[in-house]
């Protein structure tokens, strides 16, 4: 069975600092890997995802993440955060083999507060 | 294009009750699921519905059901409503083919 582990449950940062926020997950087969997230009293938008090609995935609001296969991860990324950003960010991956049925396993997400 | 909806987007229930949560999903798309989330559990996979079939369920209890109309749109009910039972629920929908789930904003349940 899959499984995603975000190492961290909070992570602060100074705005216009930058931050990488961990994934780490276990499958013995290929995956999909996306990054989500979540304001206040609202629901998941897709920040970025992985399906094949490049390692180096670029999303929006000025995320990327990197796909390393050797090292089973997916850290989340950005060079310069701001006050919006203050949000909490869930890794979640998909098994390719599950035909588009929608298999995805999200880890327990990660706080980022972004101190001014 | 509206986004995926969600109604209603808080209620409160009784202990022992049943509860039933709406979702539409974008135009176009005929794959809904369904999620619970929680502080303590994160979020956790309930059902997926497609062309108005279960084709995939979480580990959760037979309390809780759900179903999908020939529009798309989904219904999920829980019925005899514990304290545990409180939590966001979020409906997320995409095209049959595609892995991008699009979720709505979810419907906040409080039992007392």
């Known amino acids: 069975a899959q499984s995603v582990t975000q190492l961290d449950s909070q992570v602060p940062v100074f705005e216009e600092a930058p931050v990488e926020l961990r994934c780490n997950y276990s499958?013995?087969?290929?995956?999909?890997l996306f990054w989500y997230v979540q304001y206040p009293n609202q629901g998941l938008q897709l920040l970025l995802k992985?399906?094949?090609?490049?390692?180096l995935v670029k999303g929006i609001n000025g995320f990327e993440a990197e796909f390393n296969k050797s090292q089973t991860s997916f850290h989340l990324r950005k060079p310069s955060v701001h006050i919006s950003d203050t949000a909490e960010y869930f890794c979640?991956?998909?098994?390719?083999?599950?035909?588009?049925?929608?298999?995805?396993?999200f880890g327990t997400g990660t706080k980022l507060q972004v101190i001014p | 294009k509206a986004g995926v909806t969600q109604t209603p987007r808080y209620l409160i229930k009784t202990r022992g009750q049943q509860v039933t949560l709406s979702c539409s999903p974008i135009?176009?798309?005929?794959?809904v699921s369904w999620y619970q989330q929680t502080p303590g559990q994160g979020l956790q996979f309930l059902f997926e519905?497609?062309?108005?079939?279960?084709?995939n369920k979480g580990n959760f209890p037979g309390r809780f059901s759900g179903r999908q109309f020939s529009n798309s749109r989904s219904e999920m009910n829980v019925s005899t409503l514990e304290l545990g039972d409180s939590a966001l629920y979020l409906c997320?929908?995409?095209?049959?083919?595609?892995?991008?789930?699009?979720f709505g904003p979810g419907t906040r349940l409080t039992v007392t």
């Open positions: 997320a929908s995409k095209r049959s083919s595609s892995y991008e789930q699009y």
């Open positions: 499958s013995s087969v290929s995956v999909y």
């Open positions: 992985y399906l094949s090609g490049s390692t």
């Open positions: 979640a991956v998909s098994d390719p083999e599950s035909g588009g049925y929608q298999k995805v396993t």
């Open positions: 135009s176009g798309h005929r794959s």
């Open positions: 519905y497609f062309s108005e079939t279960q084709r």
